[in-house]
C-alpha cells in the first residue's frame, strides 16, 4: 500500500478538513456517531447528547460535522454528528481514529422496522448488520460481516435491561435507498427486483433498516476497532406509524450508560493485562 494514498488525505496546517480535528486537541477511546435527522432531533445530535454528559467542549462545527468532547461517569467520550449514510460515516470514523485515537465507535440515532413485532419507540441493540449498502463493498468483499463488538453489545443490553428500556437484540439491515430499497414505490414505480425485498429480509429475521450500522461495524473491525449501534424504531412500515423523536432519549441514556459501563470493564481489563473483557473480572 502506497501511504502517500492513505486518509486522511484532506489535512492543512495538522488540522483536518473535513472534520476539523487537531491532533491533540481531544483524545477520547469512545465515540458516538449520531446522524443530523430530523426524524430523531430537532436541533444538532452532538449538542443534545452533550447536554447529558459534563465537561463538554465543542472541538468542530462546520457545515458537515460538528464533534464535541465530553464525561459521562467514568467514560470520556466524543460526540460527532454527520449527515446521512455510510461516505458521511466514514469520513468520521477515519479522521476519528487517526486525529483523536478513538477505538470504539457506536451508532446513534433512528431506524425504521418492517416487523409487527416491533413498535415506535423501541430500542434495537444490533449484533450485526447487512451490508446491503454500497461504502462497504469498496473496503471488503460482500462476504466479510459486519459484526458488533461483543465487548460492546453486552453493555449496552445490560444498560437497556437495568433502566427497563422495551430492547431488542438482533440483525439491523443497512442500505442505502429509504425507498425503492426498501420496498416503498415511487409514484407509482417500483423495480421487480424490490417487490419482495421486504418479506426476503423479515423473513430471515432481519430487526431494522437504516443507513450507517453496516458502514461503521465494517470500518470498526477492518481498523482494529469496536463498533456497535443502539438505535430507536422511529417509523413502522406495518402499523404506518412515524414517531418524530420518539424514543431517542432512551437510546442516549442507554449508550451513555452502557459505555459507562463498558469504560469501567476496559480498566478492569487492563488492569488484569487481559486482551479481552471476561465475565469472572466482576466476581474475582
Not at 492513505?6 to 446522524?35: C, H, M, Q, W
Not at 469498496?138 to 444498560?159: D, F, R
Not at 477492518?222 to 418524530?244: E, H, M, P, Q, Y
Amino acid at each position: 500500500m502506497n501511504d502517500k494514498y492513505s486518509p486522511p488525505l484532506f489535512v492543512k496546517d495538522d488540522t483536518t478538513i473535513l472534520t476539523n480535528l487537531k491532533k491533540g486537541e481531544a483524545n477520547a477511546r469512545y465515540a458516538i456517531l449520531a446522524v443530523r435527522d430530523p426524524l430523531g432531533f430537532h436541533d444538532d445530535p452532538a449538542d443534545v447528547v452533550g447536554a447529558y454528559m459534563e465537561d463538554v467542549h465543542e472541538i468542530s462545527r462546520n457545515p458537515m460535522y460538528t464533534v464535541v468532547s465530553g464525561r459521562y461517569k467514568d467514560a470520556e467520550i466524543i460526540v460527532c454528528s454527520m449527515g446521512s449514510g455510510g461516505p458521511d460515516a466514514e469520513i468520521a470514523i477515519l479522521d476519528l481514529m487517526q486525529f483523536s485515537g478513538c477505538d470504539t465507535f457506536i451508532r446513534l440515532g433512528t431506524s425504521g422496522t418492517q416487523r409487527d413485532d416491533l413498535n415506535v419507540g423501541d430500542i434495537v441493540i444490533s449484533s450485526g448488520a447487512v451490508r446491503d449498502e454500497g461504502l462497504t463493498k469498496e473496503y471488503i468483499a460482500p462476504q466479510y460481516p459486519a459484526l458488533s463488538s461483543y465487548e460492546v453489545m453486552l453493555p449496552m443490553i445490560e444498560a437497556a435491561q437495568k433502566m427497563g428500556m422495551r430492547y431488542h437484540v438482533g440483525i439491523t439491515r443497512s442500505n442505502d435507498s429509504i425507498y425503492c430499497g426498501q420496498g416503498r414505490a415511487v409514484m407509482g414505480y417500483l423495480p421487480h427486483t424490490q417487490e419482495p425485498v421486504v418479506e426476503y429480509w423479515v423473513n430471515a429475521g432481519i430487526l431494522n433498516v437504516e443507513r450507517e450500522t453496516a458502514a461503521i461495524l465494517t470500518l470498526s473491525e477492518l481498523f482494529g476497532a469496536r463498533g456497535g449501534a443502539v438505535n430507536t424504531i422511529c417509523n413502522s412500515s406495518v402499523t404506518k406509524n412515524v414517531g418524530v423523536t420518539q424514543g431517542v432519549d432512551d437510546a442516549i441514556k442507554v449508550t451513555l450508560e452502557g459505555l459507562a459501563l463498558l469504560a469501567r470493564r476496559d480498566k478492569a481489563k487492563e488492569k488484569a493485562g487481559l486482551k479481552y473483557w471476561i465475565p469472572s473480572l466482576e466476581t474475582d
